[in-house]
C-alpha cells in the first residue's frame, strides 16, 4: 500500500521516534507547529477518524492512553493540545488515522 506512514512505521522511512510498541508509534512532525509536536498512529491501516469502528476502536483509546503518557515524559503538564484532521473539510494530508500532539506554549483558542 501506498502510504507515506505505513512506510514510517516499516522504517522505509526515517522519522524521529518519540514511542513505539506492537500497537501505536509516535513520532516527531517533520514541520512542528508548536514547540512540542508529535504524531501518535496506530501501526495498523485506518484511513481516518471517518473510519472507525467497533471492530478498531480500541486503538484509538490506547492511543490516548499512550498520549497521556508520553504528554507526562515530555514535559506537557501545563497542558497540549490533541487534533486529528479528517478528510477534505478537515484538511486531512496523509490518509493514515494520526493524532497531533501539540504543546510547550499557550496555545491559540482559535480551533479553526
Ligand atoms: P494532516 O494535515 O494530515 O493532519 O497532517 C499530516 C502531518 O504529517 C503534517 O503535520 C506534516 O507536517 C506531517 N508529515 C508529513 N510528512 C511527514 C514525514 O515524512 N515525516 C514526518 N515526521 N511528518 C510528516
Ligand atoms: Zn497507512
Not at 8 to 33: C, H, L, M, R, T
Not at 49 to 75: C, D, H, R, W
Not at 84 to 110: I, M, P, R, W, Y
Request: proline share 4%.
Amino acid at each position: 500500500m501506498d502510504c507515506l506512514f505505513c512506510k514510517i512505521v516499516a522504517g522505509e522511512i526515517p522519522s524521529k521516534k518519540v514511542y513505539e510498541d506492537d500497537w501505536v508509534y509516535a513520532f516527531y512532525d517533520i514541520n512542528p507547529q508548536a514547540p512540542v509536536h508529535f504524531l501518535i498512529i496506530p501501526k495498523a491501516h485506518i484511513e481516518s477518524a471517518a473510519e472507525i469502528t467497533a471492530e478498531n476502536s480500541a486503538v484509538v483509546a490506547y492511543i490516548f492512553e499512550v498520549i497521556a503518557k508520553l504528554a507526562a515524559e515530555l514535559g506537557l503538564g501545563d497542558g497540549f493540545r490533541v487534533i486529528t484532521n479528517c478528510g477534505e473539510d478537515g484538511a486531512q494530508t496523509v490518509k493514515h488515522l494520526h493524532f497531533h500532539v501539540l504543546g510547550g506554549k499557550k496555545l491559540s483558542e482559535k480551533m479553526a
